[in-house]
Structure formats: C-alpha cells, structure tokens
C-alpha cells in the first residue's frame, strides 16, 4: 500500500521560472493538503482540496500560486514567476473522507516533500 | 495572538529514560491534536491523534496527554532508545469548522544519548 507520493523531491528552478510539484495521495484518500516549510520555520498550511474542488485556500499566497486536484491524476501546486523567497520544502498530505460526511477530517498522513531552491 | 509552543531548544536524554514534550497553545480551540515525528529531509510521520473529550491516549511505548483547561498537550516516550531521536512536531486540528489544514509548531528536536 503506497504512501503519499510527490515529485520531484528536488526542484531548481531560476528567478522568473515555473515550479510544478505533483502529489499523488493514498489509495482510498481523496482530500489533498499542501504544506511549505521554510527553513527553522514550522510548516505552514497552504491549501486544502478534495477531486475537483479547493475547500480552503485561506493558506495561499494571493499571487504567483495556485492549485488544482483534477478528477484524473495527482494535485499539482504551481508557483509562477518563482522568487528566491519561495525557496522551501513543500509537503502534500492525504486523508480519508470524513465518515460521517462533511469536511471535518482528522489523520493526515504526509509524503517526502519537493525541495524546491530558486537560484 | 495565537501561538503555538514546544520546547525551542533541543532536549537531550539518557538512553532508557522517559523523554517528555510540551506543546501549550494560546486563543485556539481544536478539535484534536496530533503528534508527528519528521527525521531530516523527509516528511512527518504521523504518531498519534487525541481528541478534545480525551485525557490520554497510548502506543507502544508512546504516550499522549491532552488538557483542554491548560491548553496543552505533553508526549511521552518511555525506554527512550537513541532510535527515537528525531524532531516532534505538535498540530493542531478542526479549528476552522472542520474545513482547514492543521496549524504546527516549529516542532522539538529530541537527542537520546546512548
């Protein structure tokens, strides 16, 4: 039973370029989350999807960033126009459905991580 | 503001004593509490998850406390082995009406000595 898969696990990208980091959840898992940790910082919550849906963005940069759970294949975090700012480890977790509906989850269960450095 | 603590500075114990982290919380309301452990270059791994209307939960050798009245939360590792050395991580979950991520400390780094 594969864990939650994410690649690349190391991304360099220059100044003015696109990052693409894909996620791909455990099987049976069908809520997304994707997290950044900047160095000595904690991680931070950026966005929240289900397939085909952002059920919470409060996490994201207005700007340069965006995200999508598409009905086939993994959730992809794009960050336009990359600064060395966004320099950082960003982590996909995956979790269940809530069984007795609604969005409440709990378990997160979290995959290797994409280093991405902006030169 | 709200925050969320854990011992900033790393904490150091014999090998074969029980290690204790703190996390405290100020102005949250959360539905549950998890623990994590992340190893270096990697991703957490998630340890154990304790609701608001339980005291304590258990796992193997690992121990969870959860005091809604305090705001904190102590883990315990007994039999510490030089294995169990890693950085742990306190979240906090179901702040938001259900539909939000989890809100981490910055996490204790832990050192079994041999």
């Known amino acids: 039973n594969a864990g939650v898969m994410q690649n690349p696990r190391h991304l360099v990208r220059r100044r003015g370029q696109e990052a693409r980091l894909r996620c791909s959840p455990m099987?049976?898992?069908?809520?997304v989350y994707w997290y950044r940790q900047l160095p000595e910082e904690g991680l931070k919550f950026m966005v929240y999807?289900?397939?085909?849906?952002?059920?919470?963005e409060s996490g994201m940069p207005k700007e340069r960033f965006s995200a999508e759970f598409p009905k086939e294949g993994p959730s992809i975090l794009r960050i336009q126009q990359v600064v060395r700012g966004d320099s950082a480890a960003y982590f996909c977790?995956?979790?269940?459905?809530?069984?007795?509906?609604?969005?409440?989850?709990?378990?997160?269960?979290f995959g290797p991580g994409t280093r991405l450095t902006v030169l | 503001s709200q925050k969320i603590e854990q011992n900033s500075e790393a904490l150091n114990i014999q090998e074969g004593k029980t290690a204790t982290l703190t996390c405290n919380y100020t102005n949250y309301s959360p539905a549950y509490l998890q623990w994590y452990r992340q190893d270096p270059g990697r991703g957490p791994v998630f340890l154990l998850l304790i609701r608001e209307n339980e005291k304590e939960k258990r796992k193997e050798r690992l121990k969870v406390t959860f005091d809604t009245t305090l705001k904190q939360s102590l883990f315990h590792i007994t039999a510490s082995q030089p294995a169990d050395s890693a950085t742990y991580l306190c979240a906090l979950g179901g702040l938001g009406g259900g539909a939000d991520g989890l809100t981490f400390g910055k996490g204790t780094h832990l050192i079994i000595q041999p």
């Open positions: 099987k049976g898992h069908s809520h």
């Open positions: 977790a995956s979790s269940r459905p809530p069984s007795g509906g609604g969005y409440s989850t709990d378990t997160q269960y």
């Open positions: 999807l289900q397939k085909e849906n952002i059920i919470d």
